[in-house]
């Protein structure tokens, strides 16, 4: 899975802010340019959010359209290091501690407990909550998705969302 960042620039006011894939795609739910608890597939995801972030008015000035630039990694306009799951900052301090890490403490403590870090995840069956678990997959354990539907449905699948 491709890690997409989103620079948002305002022509009008020069107001700038960097939004992971998730806070893009909660900006464009609040927007109502995406519906809100519908699973959108990544790849049409990556498709549409260049596209309709200019449509969204600017939080500062709330001017439109906004100038969107495309990034594979933050590391070209930050030194911040961000969060896989929900495109925070990672704390420096959690760095100086930990210099390989990933998440920011909130969505790694989530995923240690179990719990799905980021936007709700839906069995492709039956639509059920799914959350993180771990499978014997080739004499290996792998974190895996797994249905919370406890009346049949044991859907589980490997990998993202």
Same mark, same amino acid.
């Given at each position: ?7 948002l620039?305002?022509r ?6 960097? /939004?992971?894939?998730h806070e ?11 519906r ?8 049409? /995801? ?17 001017t439109?359209?906004l100038q ?8 070209? !306009? ?17 760095l100086?501690?930990?210099p ?7 969505c ?13 995840v ?19 354990t792998?974190?895996? !998705? ?9 859907? !589980?699948?490997e990998?993202?969302?």
């Amino acid at each position: 899975m491709a890690i997409f960042f989103y620079r948002l620039h305002c022509r009008h006011c020069g107001h700038t802010e960097i /939004l992971s894939r998730h806070e893009a795609e909660r900006r464009l739910q609040a927007h109502k340019k995406l519906r809100a608890g519908v699973q959108t597939d990544e790849a049409l /995801l990556d498709e549409l959010v260049p596209n309709l972030l200019p449509q969204t008015p600017c939080r500062q000035c709330g001017t439109v359209p906004l100038q969107v630039t495309v990034q594979h990694d933050v590391g070209d !306009w930050s030194e911040q290091k961000r969060c896989l799951a929900c495109g925070s900052v990672i704390p420096p301090a959690r760095l100086a501690v930990f210099p390989d890490a990933e998440m920011c403490t909130s969505c790694q403590s989530a995923v240690e407990k179990g719990e799905t870090p980021g936007p709700p995840v839906f069995c492709r069956r039956c639509g059920s909550p799914m959350r993180i678990g771990t499978r014997q997959i080739g004499g290996r354990t792998r974190y895996v !998705w797994i249905c919370t539907n406890e009346t049949g449905c044991s859907y !589980w699948c490997e990998g993202t969302r």
